[in-house]
Nanobody, 114 residues
């Protein structure tokens, strides 16, 4: 069984920074992709950033402001978020893809005040 757990959300003023962390636990697996999605109230869940075997991708909305870092040995991924905007407010979900199966965390709230 694979568990994905996020941490690090909170309240920050516009222009500020936050770092989200995520760890996937279990045994006997190799993670292909780790990354982040987010969902704001009334909106669909949207892609934020991901790392697939060293190839990192970002959504246009966060490019240049967010940085994803992955530690393959520890099965962890972090998301450094700088220059935060009110529109970045959402529940951020970490996910890990193992083969064709995706595992999601419970989400962590990020609120950016104007």
């Amino acid at each position: 069984q694979v568990q994905v757990v996020e941490s690090g959300g909170g309240l920050v003023q516009a222009g500020g920074s936050l770092t989200l962390s995520c760890a996937a636990s279990g045994s006997g697996f190799r993670i292909n992709t780790m990354g982040w999605y987010r969902q704001a109230p009334g909106k669909q869940r949207e892609f934020v950033a991901s790392d697939t075997r060293g190839l990192t991708n970002y959504a246009d909305a966060v490019l240049g402001r967010f940085t994803l870092s992955r530690d393959n040995a520890k099965n962890t991924v972090s998301l450094q978020m700088n220059s935060l905007k009110p529109e970045d407010s959402a529940v951020y979900y970490c996910y890990a893809r193992i083969g064709t199966v995706g595992y999601w965390g419970q989400g962590t709230q990020v609120t950016v005040s104007s």
